[in-house]
């Protein structure tokens, strides 16, 4: 695999607290993704499994035999939770593998697949795409939770080092991203794009807004210190010396400049999941009995063109289901949060 600079055992215990901090997101989408007459649901590139909990958490409500798969290239990184949730089938799974392999680890094809920060990993996108979509049921749905806006927590001048420090600090992960995936193939285009090319219809992105007003305390504030001792190490060698001297100061809790210590940390980003179904496959031809003068191929086109006319009323197939995203046409443009919320948006004092 093309990935195989990220030494991904290590990164288990973070993986884990990532998990752990999203609950409330994975949550939200759970309870818009899974259906009462899901047979599996996946989680691909599990990591932590965070969705596969949630998935979890979900079904126990309203599909308890629901069959809830975890799948991962590297088993460490899902050991934790597979320990502490023996009722979530995990296996080791990769991109790269045949949607005839990863439907058997699955245990059968799947009314579900999410896969959120990993696809982004897989030596192909476009390809793995592909791949997934052929793992799914006809009828089931790819959601990929990649993309959307950088997470910000800090102001931009912080009163050490330039400001801006957080910007360069992406950009130099970005870097080094690139340098660990040189022999990846990544798509020329987005994610839509993407899923359209692997056949599948509906196409369509859910932004989800995160929104915890400063100030960050307890495992939020955590998390953040975290996750920027985790960057700063990863990025190291694409950081100007001053920023990365601020960057051990602002992390070190003996040091004034603490971010720890501060109050104006926040938490706010949009994460995008975009989505597409697979399109359910066609009955055999059914010819009207009743004679009729028109052939059925050349009926006039409706809502979806001239295929569906060739069928016998009572035998059209039945359109994918998963009416959640009824509400949301394939328009492409930015989605209201209103429906759904924010993952935290009450307001705390000071
Ligand atoms: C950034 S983590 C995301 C984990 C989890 N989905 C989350 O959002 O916290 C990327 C995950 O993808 C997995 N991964 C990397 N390359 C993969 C591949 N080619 N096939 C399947 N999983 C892969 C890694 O082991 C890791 O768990």
């Not at 215990?13 to 609950?23: E, F, G």
């Not at 089938?89 to 799947?110: H, K, L, P, T, W």
């Not at 597409?276 to 059914?286: A, D, I, N, S, Y």
């Not at 009207?288 to 009323?313: K, L």
Request: with cysteine.
């Amino acid at each position: 695999m093309s990935d195989e600079g990220f030494d991904w055992a290590a990164e288990a215990a973070h993986l884990v607290a990532n998990a752990q901090n999203d609950a409330e997101f994975y949550d939200i989408m759970a309870a818009e993704l899974v259906r009462d007459t899901d047979d599996i649901v996946i989680d691909f590139g599990c990591g932590g499994a965070g969705m596969a909990v949630a998935m979890r958490r979900r079904s126990r409500k309203i599909n308890p035999s629901l069959r809830v798969v975890g799948l991962d290239a590297h088993h460490e990184v899902y050991a934790e939770a597979a320990a502490d949730h023996p009722d979530i089938s995990f296996a080791v799974a990769s991109f790269e593998d045949s949607s005839d392999e990863i439907r058997r680890r699955a245990g059968g094809a799947a009314d579900l697949i999410w896969a959120r920060g990993s696809l982004h990993h897989a030596d192909d996108e476009q390809s793995a795409l592909r791949t997934l979509a052929d793992v799914l049921k006809s009828g089931g749905t790819l959601a990929v939770a990649e993309g959307g806006t950088t997470v910000a927590h800090l102001p931009d001048h912080l009163g050490i080092g330039e400001p801006g420090i957080h910007h360069r600090l992406a950009a130099a992960m970005h870097q080094n991203y690139r340098r660990l995936m040189a022999d990846a193939t990544p798509m020329p285009y987005g994610w839509p794009i993407g899923l359209r090319n692997a056949g599948l219809i509906r196409i369509h992105t859910r932004n989800v807004l995160f929104d915890k007003p400063a100030p960050l305390e307890g495992a939020d504030m955590d998390h953040v210190l975290r996750k920027y001792a985790k960057q700063v190490e990863w990025a190291e060698d694409f950081l100007e010396p001053d920023d990365l001297s601020a960057w051990r100061q602002l992390l070190n809790p003996e040091d004034p400049a603490w971010l720890g210590a501060r109050d104006d940390l926040f938490w706010l980003a949009a994460l995008s999941v975009h989505m597409g179904v697979k399109p359910t496959e066609l009955p055999p031809l059914r010819m009207r009995t009743a004679p009729t003068n028109r052939s059925p191929v050349s009926a006039e086109p409706g809502a979806f063109g001239h295929y569906n006319h060739a069928y016998a009323a009572g035998s059209r197939p039945s359109p994918p289901r998963r009416p959640a995203y009824e509400a949301d046409p394939p328009t492409g443009k930015p989605q209201r949060h209103r429906r759904h919320g924010d993952v935290s948006t009450h307001r705390r004092g000071r």
